[in-house]
């Protein structure tokens, strides 16, 4: 499996990298170990975790996923995987964080408490990743930038990343960094998929010229670009299922971002290009995003043993030009399907 630097930093990863917030709700913990083990002898040495998983976060749960990594991590070699997590921060409006009050600010003491209390989930003494899971755009970014910079100087993390950010707050805090001579982001996690292209926009010129990686999360559009929701499929035990059929309010809204038409019938255009490579949509949508120069790592969650053996052939994947061409009609077709009228926007 090829490997890319994140960012600036001196770690090195996986093009694959493994995310966990189905662990300890829709997969319990054999399943999840079962999962890790399989990732790990495909050669994946990247796993994505946060304080907040899994998802949808509960006050019951928050925490439990980095438990079930930290219980399968401690029997491993350490030094072998480069493990990730995050810090919630507020939200950015969809949710209310299910601790400190229902509200989480990305201060230093909140950020440095966060850190510790993830690696004693964990059972290690450091992380080689720590996200921002959501901007804070109210406090002031030297605030934020100086408690990951404690955590750096105290050896608790190698590197630092935000996740949920636009543009413009990655370049503040870059900026800021390099005022104020504080560590940096090396990494943005944002949502990227074939169904979701905003990041080739502005952020990817920001990745580009600041050095810094993309990290996509959802490169499967939530389940979507497997195309188990075609045909107005709601297959048991899917997240939007759950979320299309009794869902809160604000679950129900992002359920039909993710599930309307525009993003199904994307879906029904990319079969024939997949079948015609002998492959299926989903390990073609993980090929495309690989293949982007300021994506390192794509992110690829699983429930099963047998989900994530779907997605692994991808790894082997190049998509030749022809085939980027025939995708990219398909965008210029239907553009952003999970928004209403087509735009762009990060």
């Given at each position: ?293 300021f994506v390192a790592s794509t992110i690829v969650g699983a429930t099963t043993v ?41």
């Amino acid at each position: 499996m090829n490997r890319k630097r994140l960012g600036r930093s001196g770690l090195v990863v996986t093009e694959l990298c493994l995310g966990t917030m189905t662990f300890g709700l829709q997969a319990d913990e054999p399943a999840s170990f079962a999962i890790m083990d399989r990732a790990a002898e495909a050669g994946i040495d990247f796993f994505d975790t946060a304080e907040l998983y899994p998802v949808p976060p509960s006050g019951q749960l928050f925490g439990v996923t980095e438990e079930i990594v930290g219980r399968w991590l401690k029997a491993k070699p350490r030094g072998q995987f480069i493990i990730a997590s995050k810090i919630t921060g507020p939200g950015h409006g969809w949710f209310r964080p299910p601790v400190r009050g229902g509200f989480t600010t990305l201060d230093r003491h909140q950020i440095v408490k966060a850190c510790e209390d993830s690696l004693r989930r964990l059972q290690t003494d450091y992380l080689d990743l720590y996200q921002t899971h959501w901007p804070d755009h109210g406090m002031r970014p030297e605030e934020t930038m100086e408690g990951l910079t404690a955590l750096v100087k105290q050896g608790k993390v190698r590197a630092v990343g935000c996740s949920n950010e636009t543009s413009w707050g990655l370049m503040k805090s870059l900026w800021t960094s390099e005022k104020h001579g504080l560590a940096r982001h090396d990494t943005v996690q944002n949502n990227f998929s074939l169904i979701n292209r905003r990041c080739e926009s502005e952020l990817a010129q920001v990745c580009r010229r600041e050095g810094v990686s993309l990290l996509p999360y959802s490169p499967l559009g939530g389940g979507v670009l497997t195309g188990k929701y075609q045909a107005g499929a709601l297959p048991a035990g899917a997240r939007f299922s759950d979320y299309l059929s009794h869902g809160a309010p604000r679950q129900l809204n992002m359920a039909r971002r993710f599930v309307n038409e525009r993003s199904l019938e994307t879906v029904a255009r990319l079969h024939p290009i997949a079948q015609d490579l002998g492959i299926s949509v989903a390990v073609l949508a993980l090929a495309w995003s690989k293949q982007h120069d300021f994506v390192a790592s794509t992110i690829v969650g699983a429930t099963t043993v047998a989900q994530l053996e779907e997605t692994l052939p991808a790894a082997e994947v190049v998509l030749d030009a022809a085939t980027l061409a025939r995708i990219d009609a398909i965008d210029a077709a239907i553009p952003c399907p999970m928004t209403e009228d087509g735009l762009r926007r990060l």
